[in-house]
């Protein structure tokens, strides 16, 4: 050996890419041994704009303009590409920003629900043939039934529930909480009955107003709305926290 330098060059370099018809930017490798021409064909995949409506610039890996690359004929390692690199495509055909990726410019198509009921294709038409859910009307009976069952018990617990009364409130999956009653029957924020509850504790949602409509009044999350067979009333004084003693 003759102790000179030798320079080796990877043949691929790994470049970022960008475009004037989309926000995002990609990364790509390419052989530094095709020409410019054949880089935009393969850029065509990448940005959505045509080979022939490109052009081409160079930026360093600090965003700073090299040069335009706009020899076809010449070779992409003829420029000064490195690896981290920027290569900007400019569309010439007019592309904007995001047109391809913007879906509320996209114009909808609503089948309507008469003819979309009509199609042997569809999934409401599988379900009609299997019977399941809503097209089971057995199954939806049996619910209705059974919803009508579960609200006539919630009427008989909310007719024994007056309001001042002191309760327990046991709701699955929360911690049981005492308070006072304060409202007892129907609401307009949801169907059946409902019982307003004061608690003790700041442990509520709102201050006996839901949905702009005041129900009681109560300070600010000490109030809560649950069902009927969630309440117990009975002999549940409040809780001494001993706030009082020295």
Avoid at 12 to 19: A, I, K, N, P, T
Avoid at 106 to 129: C, G, H, I, N, W
Avoid at 184 to 191: A, E, I, S
Wanted: overall charge negative; hydrophobic content about 35%.
């Amino acid at each position: 050996m003759d102790g000179g330098v030798v320079v080796v060059t990877n043949p691929y370099v790994d470049v970022r890419l960008s475009s004037t018809i989309s926000s995002f930017d990609a990364k790509r490798r390419f052989n530094r041994g095709i020409s410019i021409a054949e880089l935009k064909k393969k850029l065509e995949m990448v940005v959505g704009a045509s080979a022939s409506c490109m052009d081409l610039e160079l930026f360093s890996v600090s965003d700073k303009f090299l040069q335009k690359m706009d020899d076809n004929e010449a070779l992409l390692g003829s420029y000064p590409v490195d690896d981290e690199c920027r290569i900007h495509v400019i569309d010439k055909s007019g592309g904007q920003m995001d047109q391809f990726t913007d879906v509320s410019k996209v114009e909808k198509f609503e089948l309507p629900d008469d003819a979309y009921d009509k199609r042997t294709d569809s999934v409401r038409s599988f379900m009609k043939k299997q019977r399941v859910g809503r097209f089971n009307e057995d199954e939806m009976a049996k619910k209705k039934a059974e919803h009508a069952a579960r609200e006539e018990e919630q009427k008989a617990a909310a007719d024994a529930i007056s309001v001042g009364s002191r309760c327990q409130v046991q709701v699955p999956g929360q911690p049981t909480k005492l308070g006072t009653v304060m409202y007892v029957g129907t609401t307009d924020f949801k169907p059946g009955y409902w019982v307003g509850v004061k608690y003790d504790e700041p442990l509520g949602k709102h201050n006996g107003t839901v949905e702009g409509k005041q129900y009681f009044v109560c300070e600010n999350k000490y109030g809560a709305f649950v069902k009927p067979l969630s309440v117990t009333v009975g002999d549940f004084p409040e809780e001494d926290f001993g706030l009082d003693e020295m």
